[in-house]
């Protein structure tokens, strides 16, 4: 039998104020960021979605209806957090919800700009037009010119992430030029608070977002990075980036004498370190593995020679965008949609795929490997197809007749383990082999973390994307004996 009838929260009680029961922390406990948010009784449902949210009407003034503003203020916090960061889909610690809102409920701002991008989702979804986010967006850049003229309030991190999520709204919009005015801001603003290290220190969230959504909607990273000792004003590696080369696997692909260049061979070694560690001891954090992959993907296109001056080794491009690839795919869509970046980084791949093919060097596990990671980042493109053919044609010359055969040969190369990780990439060798439906691209589950309750796949952030350019394939490339495309006929 309960103690005690008493719904509300135990910090509400105390204070003997009206607790709107919301979990896991309520309206009065998130703005004033106490974490102490206990029940005695935990509320038996949650509040429909029309009703109040927040009974002290607490957080900043809109133009907009306060139902309307309620139902935005729900879609945030139970569906547009976890489209931003679907690396932590738990209530009590989504960056989102811990770090995000409570600064956005002090952040007229911040508030504004969250709401238009749970406005933005919702009318997409009615199709109706986009009057109330185009009400928002208008507030927002308006407080936002005011709160810049403030050399302070400029620097602030709600500052930071407002600009740099206008930004990706822009871009999704199609806005190219704003989208980078906006950009342009936030790196005076990164400067202004001492580097992106700097503020990755003091504000761990607002540096991820800054540093990660830069590089995507401009296509190449805007920051440098540390050195491998950590060294330096740019983006930091994580701690295992410096553990020395320990052979855990003796049955590993040897790349010593392939001639590839000192950058991407040194990323590619302490990132197999990185990996074989994580077997014995996992990431201790959902954001070890972004950081991670925001460090080796600027480091890989930092150190990408030019190509008009440098002699490009085929090899040596090859397992760079691999590489990025790769961790793209490892850590999914996050903070926004990297889908155009993506494409590109893949048109990129198959370009220089195209010339190490031509060297008529004997296919290996790494091929295998090349060819994997190729259908997984072209699900959904017009690419897909050519690396399913030459995925059919790899499988016929070096007799892979099951997923076992094919998986020891892309573990020996580069592999995290990671929940789900195996049974996605085996989905698309069993199309290979026949044993999938070869008319349907395998889901994207290891890149697109389902989010319950998400009607779309990603929500504005993905649905916004403006369409990335095909980038055609001579015909040279597809009548070559390749692993992309099988024997000449």
């Known amino acids: 039998m309960r103690q005690t009838l008493r719904r509300s929260c135990n910090e509400c009680a105390k204070a003997k104020q009206k607790c709107d029961l919301q979990t896991p922390r309520c309206s009065r406990c998130t703005k004033r960021s106490n974490s ?22 607490s957080y900043p003034p809109t133009r907009l209806p306060r139902d309307r503003v309620q139902r935005l203020i729900h879609s945030f916090l139970n569906k547009i957090a976890f489209q931003y960061y679907p690396l932590d889909l ?16 002090g952040d007229p701002v911040l508030f504004h700009v969250s709401l238009q991008t749970a406005c ?31 050399p302070i309030m400029a620097i602030q991190d709600g500052t930071l992430n ?12 199609g806005n190219f030029e704003i989208s980078k005015m906006h950009v342009d801001g936030v790196k005076k603003l990164v400067d202004m608070r001492g580097g992106i290290n700097s503020v990755r220190q003091t504000s761990p969230l607002t540096g991820r977002m800054v540093s990660w959504v830069t590089m995507l909607v401009n296509g190449h990273p805007q920051f440098q990075t540390q050195d491998d000792t950590g060294i330096g004003d740019g983006i930091p590696p994580i701690p295992e980036w410096q553990l020395k080369w320990n052979d855990f696997d003796h049955d590993l692909y040897e790349i010593g004498d392939m001639g590839i260049d000192y950058a991407v061979k040194n990323v590619f070694i302490r990132l197999r370190t990185v990996f074989q560690r994580a077997k014995r001891i996992p990431f201790p954090t959902t954001n070890c593995l972004h950081d991670l992959t925001c460090f080796v993907v600027h480091r890989l296109l930092l150190s990408a ?4 001056t440098t002699k490009l080794s085929s090899i040596t491009e090859c397992i760079r965008y691999g590489i990025i690839l790769y961790m793209l795919i490892s850590q999914g869509p996050t903070y926004y949609s990297h889908a155009v970046f993506m494409e590109s980084i893949t048109a990129r791949f198959i370009h220089h795929l195209e010339h190490f093919e031509s060297t008529g060097r004997q296919f290996d596990s790494l091929d295998v490997w090349l060819v994997s990671v190729g259908m997984v980042a072209s699900t959904g493109t017009s690419r897909y197809s050519l690396f399913m053919d030459g995925a059919r044609f790899l499988a016929t010359s070096l007799q892979l007749r099951s997923w076992e055969d094919i998986f020891v040969h892309i573990k020996r190369v580069l592999w995290l383990e990671l929940e789900g990780g195996e049974d996605h990439f085996r989905s698309y060798w069993d199309t290979v082999l026949g044993m999938g439906d070869p008319s349907t691209p395998p889901l994207s589950e290891c890149s697109s973390p389902v989010v319950e309750g998400n009607s779309i ?33």
């Open 457 to 489: 796949a990603a929500g504005f952030l993905l649905n916004l994307m403006a369409p990335g350019r095909p980038v055609s394939v001579s015909s040279n490339y597809q009548r070559r004996q390749s692993i992309l495309v099988g024997p000449e006929t």
């Open 120 to 150: 933005l989702d919702d009318e997409l979804l009615a199709q109706k037009g986009f009057q109330t986010s185009e009400i928002l967006m208008a507030d927002s850049v308006a407080l936002l010119r005011r709160k810049v003229e403030n």
């Open 162 to 173: 407002s600009v740099i999520t206008l930004a990706t709204i822009e871009y999704g919009k």
């Open 90 to 105: 738990n209530k009590t610690s989504n960056p989102f919800l811990v770090s995000w809102w409570p600064l956005a409920l």
């Open 305 to 308: 020679p030019n190509p008009e």
């Open 36 to 57: 102490k948010c206990n029940y005695a009784n935990e509320p038996l449902t949650l509040p429909s979605v029309g009703s109040s949210l927040d009974p002290f009407d």
